[in-house]
């Protein structure tokens, strides 16, 4: 063919691909997607302040427990204070942070807690993160279902859904790292759908110190990206890299730093086997075991309440919904009935593969994606009620309250840094400290502040008799009592 020819035909398919660029900028400028995306951040703005005053409130009267919020506060403040990720444990030794998770994310508060040592800083930080999915989820939405209405009712249904509510605002832990992998891994779905591998290399190793399972769903990720995309090699790459580092940290890391070489969670297993050598070997002699570990009404429900409120969609994408499945069998197989609950956080490695799955499943019916999208989000708001807003009405009536007001003062009498032991409730705000005992543990402390009445705590009686042994007894001196609350203090005589 003539060169010229060659050229024409070269300059007139420049030109239509600067069309088509063009079209696509008056489309996203249009009406239709400028009013979108005012809608969506609006809502988004909208929606993390209200799940940051929550979180804010919930510390403020003293409900952010020492378990999971201190859990987290201690090794921060530990690392910056030269102890790597040293936490004190519930029988009251010193451990490191990962026999027990291993979750490095951490370190990323450690400069933070530099500027101003808060544990606030980390309900906060969730809230904001867990709002920021709704980005990628509404960017992946409007690509595939080509409808800028289909990625409103996507993007809200994602925020609604209560597994992603107890993701921002986890009523019972208040922080736990793993809930911050829920926008990581929105984030990591979406650069691999647009071959940004850099990009997504780099929050996919973020997600990777959130915690141990992490590293695998990630893998399973890029078994997903091999067959949709075809770049098998980068594909397998990242699944190999993800089931290694999970290996190595269930199988090393955690058994090397826990307490005796044993995983601290083995017991929520016992009945398939406990450890992972365990399961294999219960999988071949006993099966039946693990069907058995699975079926329960209560898990049925936790399976329900993931997958119904997006009517199943994701089942229509298996290789991404896959990704879900790591997490979705170790909460199933547990004893631990809070782990298959969805006001935990053990959801959030499920999450973004049932939002992320469920759009490329309405993706299969383009031309009814509006109707879908509709019904996703009408699904998601019947369940939606299941919140940990319904506490706040709890929170704002205690704001102010004698008892609310008891627990600031005692916890004012604390001094920095000195050994503690507090009541769980009341440990979460006193967690910045190298020694933090949960009573009835004292252990080294110089100090013992108890809340008698702690909701969290299963024997009040208990409680209270551990608290009247360390009152009658001579080594210790009452300091304050008011309204339930007690601090003690060691008398310099008789101190350690």
Known sequence: MPETALSGEGAASAYETVARIRERIRADAGDTSAAALRVVYAGTLAYAALFVFAAVLHYLVFRTARADLGNMVQPIWNTLHGHFLEVTTLNGSQESRLGTHVDPFLLLFVPLFWIKSSPLLLPVV????????????????????????????????????????????????????????????????????????????????????????????????????????????????????????????????????????????????????????????????????????????????????????????????????????????????????????????????????????????????????????????????????????FFLGKDVRALGSPRVSAKADAVGLIPGGVPVSASNELGGHLSGRRYMYTFPHVGRSRWIIVDVDDPTYSGAGSLKRSVRKYESGRAWRIVFSSHGIVVLHRRPALGV
């Open 126 to 389: 969730q809230a904001l993160a867990v709002a920021s999915g709704v980005v990628p989820v509404f960017w992946l939405a409007r690509k595939h279902l080509d409808s800028s209405r289909a990625a409103i009712n996507f993007a809200f249904a994602y925020l609604l859904f209560p597994a992603t509510q107890f993701s921002a605002f986890t009523v019972a832990a208040s922080f736990h790292s793993l809930s911050i992998a829920v926008p990581l891994l929105l984030y990591a779905v979406w650069f691999l759908d647009e071959d940004r591998l850099v990009a997504f290399s780099v929050v996919a190793l973020l997600a990777f110190t959130t915690n141990e399972e992490i590293p695998l769903a990630v893998g399973c990720l890029g078994l997903w990206y091999a067959v949709r995309k075809g770049r098998r090699m980068f594909g397998l790459g990242v699944f190999a890299v993800g089931l290694g580092a999970t290996l190595f940290e269930f199988l090393w890391v955690i058994p090397h730093f826990a307490p005796g070489g044993v995983n601290p969670f083995t017991g929520r297993y016992a009945a398939v086997g406990g450890t992972p050598q365990g399961m294999a070997h219960k999988l071949v002699t006993d099966p039946m075991a693990f069907v058995h570990a699975v079926a329960s009404g209560h898990k049925a429900v936790f399976v329900a309440l993931l997958l119904v409120p997006f009517l199943g969609l994701c089942l229509l994408e298996p290789l991404l919904f896959l990704c879900a499945v790591p997490a979705l069998v170790i909460d199933l197989l547990s004893s631990w009935g809070n782990q298959t609950s969805i006001g935990y956080e053990d959801t959030a490695a499920i999450v973004p593969f049932v939002v992320a799955a469920s759009i490329f499943g309405a993706a299969r019916f383009r031309h009814q994606a509006a109707r879908l999208s509709l019904g996703t989000l009408a699904a998601v708001l019947c369940v939606a009620i299941y919140s940990p807003i």
